[in-house]
């Protein structure tokens, strides 16, 4: 599989994350059915940028930690953007982590 066609089908789970919720680099490697790359939803994830559809800011680590803030310009723009949707953050970490949680729907190939 490519680099290309794994990215692809991340973003495509990232634009059904709704407004309002977030999810997990792992969920999402979970629902592609590649349950232990994780870290390359990451760079998935961070190779985003230049696509406006795909809200990255809804992406963070299993704990709610936004582990993907330094890839955002200016330093609390991943946090403006979650506070934007009613998402609370304190210490760089999504408060009521599991209420705000979506979970992808694992695709059966």
Do not use: C
């Given at each position: 599989?490519?680099?290309?066609?794994?990215?692809?089908?991340?973003?495509?789970?990232?634009?059904?994350?709704?407004?309002?919720?977030?999810?997990?680099?792992?969920?999402?490697?979970?629902?592609?059915?590649?349950?232990?790359?994780?870290?390359?939803?990451?760079?998935?994830?961070?190779?985003?940028?230049?696509?406006?559809?795909?809200?990255?800011?809804?992406?963070?680590?299993?704990?709610?930690?936004?582990?993907?803030?330094?890839?955002?310009?200016?330093?609390?723009?991943?946090?403006?953007?979650?506070?934007?949707?009613?998402?609370?953050?304190?210490?760089?970490?999504?408060?009521?982590f599991e209420k705000h949680f979506w979970q992808?729907?694992?695709?059966?190939?």
């Amino acid at each position: 599989m490519s680099d290309d066609n794994f990215f692809e089908r991340v973003y495509a789970i990232a634009r059904q994350i709704p407004y309002g919720k977030v999810t997990s680099y792992g969920a999402i490697a979970k629902a592609l059915g590649t349950a232990r790359s994780a870290r390359m939803v990451g760079w998935a994830m961070n190779a985003s940028h230049n696509l406006e559809d795909v809200p990255a800011h809804r992406v963070v680590n299993r704990k709610g930690l936004l582990t993907g803030k330094l890839h955002f310009d200016g330093t609390n723009l991943m946090q403006q953007l979650l506070e934007n949707e009613g998402i609370e953050v304190v210490d760089n970490q999504i408060v009521d982590f599991e209420k705000h949680f979506w979970q992808p729907e694992v695709r059966q190939e």
